[in-house]
C-alpha cells in the first residue's frame, strides 16, 4: 500500500509560531518532535512521525536563515529572498527579542560583557530555561546596548526605530540598557522580592527626571547617564537635616498634616528624623558610583524595612512622601524646590512601586 502526499507550490515562507517558539526556547529538533508529539497533533493532522520530523527540520532550517536578518531588523523588512507578510515579520521580531522575567532578574544591572556570558551555565541551571535561549536573550541585550548606548535621543525611540519593538517591550529594553549603564546592584537576596516590571518602572522614572535628557534634549547619552550636574547639586538638600530647627519645623509641618489620616501616626512620629535623615542622605551620596548601585538597596533598608517593621501600608506611605515632598515648600529656609522636587517625584514613585504590601 501506498501513501498518497498532496504538495503544493507556493513562495510565501511558512511560520509555524509554535514551532517558533520551540526554537526560541532552545530546543533540538528532536525535543522539539517529541513535545510536539506530547500535543497530539498526529491526531489531529494525520501526519506521520516521519513527515513531523521533516516538517519541524524545514521550520528551524528556516529560522537559522532568518536569524541573521533578525539581529538587524530592518534587513528582514527590506530583503526579497523570504516572502514574509509584514504581521508575520513583526511577530517574529517581537517573539525574537522578547525575554523570559526569570532570566532577566539574573543578569540585570550586570555588566554585558564576555565575564557574565560565561556564568549563564548557572543562570541556565537556576532558572530552568535552555543555555541555547540564555544566550539568545544575552546577546539580545547586547546588541541592543551596543547600538543605543551612544546615540542622542530618546532611548525608548531609538530603540524602536533601530528594533522595530513594540513600545512596551522597547521600553523594557530601554529599562535593561540604563540598568547596564549604571550597573545597579539588584541581585542581592533582599531585593528577591522585586520583580523586573518594579525595575523597569524605577528605571522609567530615573530617565525621564534625573538623566541629561531630562534637562537637555540636544546632549549625547541624554537617556543612558544620570545628570552629574543634578547629582552633585542634591548636596544641597543635606540643609533640610543638618539644620535642626528646620529638621524640626518639617517634622511639626508633616505630623500636623497627618494626624488623624495616617494609621501608624505615633510610629511615623517617632520615626519621621530617621526617615528624613535617611532620604536625603541617600541623595547626597548619589555623585559616587557606588552609592548609584547600592541604590536600590538603601531604598530597602533605609526606607522599606524600617516602615514595614513598623506596619506601614502601602496608602500609609503615600500620604507620607506627599506630605513630606510638599511640605518642604512652606520652608521659608529652605532654597532648593526645584531640586527637591526633581529628586522627591522619583524617589516617591520608586518606593510605591516597591513597597508592596
Not at 29 to 39: P, Q
Not at 211 to 229: P, R
Not at 274 to 301: G, Q, Y
Amino acid at each position: 500500500m501506498t501513501n498518497d502526499l498532496d504538495i503544493f507550490v507556493g513562495n510565501t515562507t511558512l511560520i509555524d509560531e509554535e514551532v517558533y517558539q520551540l526554537w526560541l526556547d532552545g530546543y533540538s529538533v528532536s525535543d522539539a518532535v517529541g513535545l510536539r508529539l506530547r500535543s497530539g497533533i498526529l491526531e489531529q493532522t494525520g501526519a506521520t512521525v516521519d513527515v513531523l520530523q521533516s516538517d519541524t527540520m524545514d521550520h528551524y532550517r528556516t529560522y537559522h536563515m532568518l536569524e541573521r536578518l533578525l539581529h538587524t531588523p530592518s534587513k528582514l523588512i527590506h530583503q526579497l529572498h523570504f516572502q514574509i507578510p509584514p504581521s508575520r515579520q513583526a511577530m517574529l521580531i517581537e517573539r525574537y527579542y522578547a525575554f523570559d522575567e526569570a532570566f532577566v532578574r539574573e543578569v540585570l544591572g550586570k555588566k554585558l560583557s564576555k565575564g557574565t556570558k560565561k556564568d549563564l551555565d548557572d543562570v541556565s541551571s537556576k532558572t530552568g530555561i535552555t543555555l541555547k535561549s540564555c544566550r539568545r536573550q544575552f546577546d539580545n541585550f547586547k546588541r541592543v546596548f551596543k547600538v543605543v548606548e551612544e546615540m542622542r535621543g530618546s532611548l525608548v525611540e531609538n530603540i524602536q526605530q533601530h528594533f522595530l519593538l513594540s513600545d512596551r517591550l522597547a521600553r523594557d529594553y530601554a529599562a535593561i540598557v540604563f540598568f547596564a549603564n549604571s550597573r545597579f546592584e539588584t541581585g542581592k537576596k533582599k531585593l528577591q522580592f522585586l520583580t523586573f516590571e518594579d525595575f523597569a518602572y524605577c528605571a522609567e522614572q530615573m530617565i525621564q527626571n534625573w538623566t541629561l535628557g531630562a534637562v537637555d534634549s540636544n546632549v549625547d547619552d541624554m537617556d543612558v547617564d544620570l545628570d552629574k550636574e543634578f547629582l552633585q547639586e542634591l548636596k544641597e538638600l543635606k540643609v533640610l537635616i543638618a539644620d535642626k530647627d528646620l529638621l524640626d519645623l518639617h517634622k511639626s509641618l508633616v505630623c500636623t498634616s497627618l494626624r488623624g489620616k495616617i494609621s501608624v501616626y505615633n510610629e511615623m512620629e517617632a520615626n519621621f528624623k530617621n526617615l528624613s535623615r535617611a532620604l536625603v542622605n541617600m541623595a547626597s551620596k548619589l555623585i559616587h558610583t557606588k552609592d548609584v548601585r547600592d541604590f536600590f538597596i538603601d531604598l530597602v533598608e533605609k526606607f522599606i524595612e524600617p516602615c514595614k517593621s513598623d506596619k506601614w501600608t502601602l496608602n500609609d506611605v503615600r500620604l507620607f512622601l506627599t506630605q513630606y515632598t510638599t511640605s518642604a515648600h512652606t520652608l521659608d529656609a529652605f532654597r532648593h524646590q526645584a531640586l527637591w522636587d526633581r529628586y522627591m517625584s522619583t524617589i516617591k514613585s520608586c518606593l510605591l512601586k516597591m513597597y508592596h504590601d
